[in-house]
């Protein structure tokens, strides 16, 4: 069976691109037009949104559990992340029933840091039943890192276990060929 080339017809090649995004430690994103959300984590823990109704969704990559009393909040903290993260998605649509959530990271670093992720992945998994939103799938622990790739407007996400986290993974071409 051949495959269609779209490449010469404008309207249908539009409609198979998507914008893609590098989401690093600490950040967070959210899109309405078709996008591919990528990061990679090895401790830290990722927290994707997908609206399956509206087809669209959001990607926040999380370090911390919570602020420090002498801390600012950033979204590097799960705490103030999450609920972002959910607002933002509200903002679109105001419906956080609906919204999918799926967990991955908190790979197994030894000492502190495993400590750490396992407390991010709590707070997080607070935050999303704080407001109703349901977990449809987790990628959590072990010994891995982890490659992510979140197409927004299917909901499908590649994950790439890697058995460390390179400089280069953070860059988009091996993120997503």
């Given at each position: 069976m051949r495959r269609?080339?779209?490449?010469?017809?404008?309207?249908?090649?539009?409609?198979l691109e998507h914008t893609r995004c590098i989401i690093s430690p600490g950040y967070?994103?959210?899109?309405?037009s078709p996008s591919l959300l990528c990061s990679v984590c090895g401790n830290?823990?990722?927290?994707?949104?997908?609206?399956p109704v509206k087809r669209n969704g959001g990607m926040a990559h999380c370090i911390f559990p919570q602020t420090?009393?002498?801390?600012q909040p950033t979204n590097y903290h799960a705490s103030i992340a999450i609920p972002s993260l959910i607002q933002q998605?509200?903002?679109?649509?105001?419906?956080?029933?609906?919204?999918?959530?799926?967990?991955?990271?908190?790979?197994?670093?030894?000492?502190?840091a495993q400590r750490r992720a396992v407390k991010v992945?709590?707070?997080i998994k607070?935050?999303?039943?704080?407001?109703?939103?349901?977990?449809?799938?987790?990628?959590?622990?072990?010994?891995?890192?982890r490659k992510i790739v979140f197409d927004t407007n299917?909901?499908?996400?590649?994950?790439?276990?890697?058995?460390?986290?390179?400089?280069?993974?953070?860059l988009p071409e091996y993120l997503v060929t």
């Open positions: 269609k080339d779209y490449s010469n017809d404008p309207q249908k090649k539009q409609a967070l994103a959210v899109s309405q830290g823990v990722i927290v994707t949104l997908w609206d420090g009393f002498t801390e998605m509200l903002d679109l649509h105001p419906y956080a029933a609906r919204f999918e959530a799926q967990i991955f990271g908190g790979g197994n670093a030894h000492g502190a992945i709590k707070m607070k935050m999303l039943h704080r407001f109703k939103v349901d977990v449809i799938s987790e990628n959590i622990g072990g010994s891995v890192g299917s909901g499908d996400i590649l994950v790439i276990h890697t058995k460390r986290v390179r400089k280069t993974d953070w």
